[in-house]
């Protein structure tokens, strides 16, 4: 009998009073939950928020086959209890040698690269995220902010902890533009099917 399959969802909305409230964010959680459990997945989550235990994080991340990042982008980045989150987890999994030996660079072999000591390898990262930004403000030499950059790079501060651990970083998913014209309800009718052309699910709901 084939194991099941787990993925942990990671919210890691700040809420601001009477201004950001984390419905949105919490709207594309659920739909990811749904999807997942209609797939056949054990679902586990984290509001990081609500606060959380890092010896338990780490226990999640061994557990899951896939991890997925809910946030918003606040000043191009996740909110800083984001940062606290993955500092306290990943110096968890490292002191524990449960996600990494050290950094993968070896004096007995010049050619193992740093970031390459994880023990993660076959587990799957995402990051699905709400902006304000415009999607035309990325991937375009001529956009004089991100000047080409991509959501990926600008994501690099996000993914590289996990890739550092051996994740597979997945393309992530945005709903942009949220304050204008952006196509949030759209949005959130495709993000289940986004999940299973990147994860290679087909729900009973597809």
């Given at each position: 009998?084939?194991?099941?399959?787990?993925?942990?969802?990671?919210?890691?909305?700040?809420?601001?009073?009477?201004?950001?409230?984390?419905?949105?964010?919490?709207?594309?959680?659920?739909?990811?939950?749904?999807?997942?459990?209609?797939?056949?997945?054990?679902?586990?989550?984290?509001?990081?928020e609500n606060g959380y235990e890092p010896a338990e994080e780490v226990e999640k991340h061994l557990q899951a086959d896939i991890v997925i990042l809910q946030t918003p982008?606040?000043?191009?980045?996740?909110?800083?209890?984001?940062?606290?989150?993955?500092?306290?987890?990943?110096?968890?999994?490292?002191?524990?040698?449960?996600?990494?030996?050290?950094?993968?660079?070896?004096?007995?072999?010049?050619?193992?690269?740093?970031?390459?000591?994880?023990?993660?390898?076959?587990?799957?990262?995402?990051?699905s995220a709400t902006w304000n930004a415009p999607k035309a403000a990325f991937g375009n030499p001529d956009q004089v902010l991100m000047q080409g950059k991509t959501t990926?790079?600008?994501?690099?501060?996000?993914?590289?902890?996990?890739?550092?651990?051996?994740?597979?970083?997945?393309?992530?998913?945005?709903?942009?533009?949220?304050?204008?014209?952006?196509?949030?309800?759209?949005?959130?009718?495709?993000?289940?099917?986004?999940?299973?052309?990147?994860?290679?699910?087909?729900?009973?709901?597809?």
């Open positions: 009998m084939e194991k099941q399959q787990t993925v942990l969802l990671i919210n890691t909305h700040l809420t601001y009073p009477n201004w950001s409230e984390g419905g949105l964010n919490k709207a594309f959680q659920d739909k990811a939950k749904a999807f997942f459990e209609e797939s056949g997945y054990e679902v586990l989550e984290t509001m990081v982008v606040n000043w191009f980045g996740a909110p800083w209890i984001y940062k606290k989150y993955v500092d306290e987890v990943f110096n968890a999994g490292l002191f524990s040698k449960k996600f990494q030996e050290a950094d993968g660079r070896s004096a007995d072999d010049p050619s193992k690269q740093y970031g390459t000591g994880g023990k993660m390898y076959g587990k799957k990262f995402m990051v990926a790079d600008l994501f690099l501060n996000l993914t590289s902890s996990y890739r550092f651990v051996g994740y597979d970083i997945m393309p992530d998913y945005g709903t942009f533009d949220i304050f204008r014209e952006g196509n949030i309800v759209e949005d959130l009718e495709n993000y289940p099917k986004y999940l299973s052309r990147v994860f290679e699910v087909i729900p009973e709901i597809l």
